[in-house]
């Protein structure tokens, strides 16, 4: 989780308890989770009325999925499956050894 490993949240919890208190640090953490749970109820019911103001068509909207990047990562992985169909199928019309057709008035 977001690159922390074991040594460095020692290093944390060792900070924490020197700048709280033992005594406070249970609270503290307490408040922490229920933050988290907040935000996490906050980000489940602003992607589930985005929803339901979409529509059906776009029941299996996630919100990664407005993310500029994976729209883009998207679009290339459909294009490039696309393609790859494309000179598969042009591959299979002929047979082996027979020439594509020309014609020199297209050219």
Partial sequence: ???????ELLVIAFVAVLVFGPDRL???????????RQIKRFA??????LRNELGPEYADLELRDL????????HIAEALAD????????????????RPPYDPEAT
Avoid: H, S
Avoid at 1 to 7: A, E, L, N, Q, V
């Fill in 26 to 36: 249970p609270g503290l953490a307490k408040q922490a989770a229920q933050l988290v």
């Fill in 67 to 74: 993310d500029p990047r994976e729209i883009v990562r998207k």
């Fill in 44 to 49: 489940d019911n602003a992607r589930d009325e």
């Fill in 83 to 98: 393609d790859d169909t494309v000179a598969r199928a042009a591959a299979d019309r002929l047979p082996a050894g027979q």
């Fill in 1 to 7: 989780m977001f690159g922390i490993g074991f040594p």
